[in-house]
């Protein structure tokens, strides 16, 4: 029996297939009961949720259900890092293996998927040949980090060639002479699809810019400007389109350029998506509110000032960082503290960060932050250079 976790976009017609084939096949969505109780009695676990948060909280629900010898297939797009942390989770008596897929909800549904498997893929092979053809790529994590390698062109380029489009129109070229052009390059068939977004959502634009943090590490200078055009789409309204929405947000921002651009670098952990970790406005950076938080939104160093005090600041630092700026361009820093007693070990840790002549400074005692465990919460100003 396979149970088979998500039923989003590619998560229905992927389980359909299997169906079809003969597999008896148990589905789960939220809302439709426990998680535990799905995966009672499966051979083989599939997941194809969100991200890697959505993937641990439902493999953590899972466990209680999960038998010796079953095999979970974690078929979403998370990163090798967050496939690590799967391993540790499972216990020992239940295999992993990690499987994303490359194609959209067409492929899914006629098996034409390539499917990127990592680990050992004996007691699952011939299910996953049922999504399309299957590349064994070697140890747990390979499949994973390969989906991310290939998303970190894919997608960036796809940002490049919306910039393309826009740069074309502003000059008075039409987008069907560009794509003209274009098609005979090795660009032709994606610029095909950037030339004519597509109305129904295939891989949704909120994706793609989670795909592309995923391999925006420190370093990066293409999938970084690539993540922040697809965020700053995603923050008017985009996320749900296909990503070829690109091209009608980049089109959009040519013709009426935002005042506001939002900045959320991978290097830090992600907010939960209800605000924006810091906002550009021309020569300025708002930063909003740091608390100590780490990837999976758990307070760093809870009771302890000065650990929670050198996990802001090192992330504000890669936040100025991302942005060519540094502790010496801070105008104006906000500190809200749970103790004012604790204002002496949280200055020992912002004096190894600011140094020099002091920015204009705020500092205020609240009774309580937005999660339990926090003692200080940091707002920025800053000047880019």
Same mark, same amino acid.
């Given at each position: ?93 239940? =295999? !992993? $293996?990690? *499987?994303? /897929? %490359?194609?959209?909800?067409?492929? #899914? ?5 390539? &499917? ?36 970190? =062109? !894919? $997608?960036? *380029?796809? /940002? %490049?060639?919306?910039?393309?489009? #826009? ?5 008075? &070229? ?212």
């Amino acid at each position: 029996m396979i149970a088979f976790l998500g039923q989003g976009r590619m998560g229905v017609p992927m389980a359909r297939r299997l169906q079809a084939a003969g597999h008896q096949v148990t589905v789960w969505k939220r809302g439709l009961g426990p998680v535990a109780a799905a995966v009672e009695g499966a051979d083989l676990v599939i997941t194809m949720l969100r991200d890697g948060p959505a993937v641990e909280e439902v493999l953590t629900g899972a466990l209680e259900g999960l038998r010796p010898g079953t095999t979970v297939v974690e078929m979403s797009t998370i990163g090798p890092d967050a496939v690590r942390r799967l391993r540790d989770l499972l216990p020992p008596s239940v =295999a !992993l $293996v990690d *499987a994303p /897929v %490359l194609g959209s909800v067409g492929p #899914a549904a006629d098996g034409t998927l390539t &499917v990127l498997a990592g680990g050992d893929v004996s007691a699952c092979r011939t299910v996953l040949a049922e999504f399309g053809t299957v590349l064994e790529l070697g140890p747990l994590g390979a499949g994973a980090a390969m989906k991310v390698a290939v998303m970190g =062109a !894919l $997608v960036p *380029a796809q /940002v %490049l060639l919306a910039e393309t489009f #826009a740069y074309g129109e502003a000059h008075g &070229v039409t987008r069907e002479a560009l794509a003209q052009v274009l098609s005979g390059t090795p660009l032709g068939a994606l610029a095909a699809r950037i030339a004519a977004p597509a109305q129904e959502t295939r891989y949704a634009l909120g994706l793609a810019a989670k795909d592309v943090r995923l391999g925006a590490w420190e370093g990066t200078t293409m999938a970084r400007a690539a993540q922040a055009r697809l965020e700053a789409a995603e923050a008017a309204g985009h996320g749900e389109r296909d990503v070829t929405a690109i091209a009608t947000h980049v089109a959009t921002e040519v013709a009426a350029p935002s005042r506001a651009v939002p900045v959320n670098p991978g290097s830090v952990p992600a907010t939960n998506g209800f605000y924006s970790h810091a906002v550009r406005v021309g020569g300025m950076l708002y930063v909003s509110g740091q608390a100590a938080f780490d990837e999976r939104g758990q307070v760093v160093g809870e009771g302890d000032m000065a650990a929670q005090a050198e996990a802001v600041f090192q992330n504000i630092g890669k936040i100025l960082a991302d942005q060519g700026a540094g502790f010496e361009d801070i105008a104006f820093i906000r500190t809200y503290l749970t103790d004012m007693e604790q204002r002496f070990a949280y200055g020992q840790v912002r004096r190894k960060y600011i140094t020099g002549t002091p920015p204009a400074s705020t500092t205020v005692e609240v009774s309580k932050l937005f999660m339990p465990g926090l003692l200080l919460e940091i707002d920025l100003i800053v000047a880019l250079p």
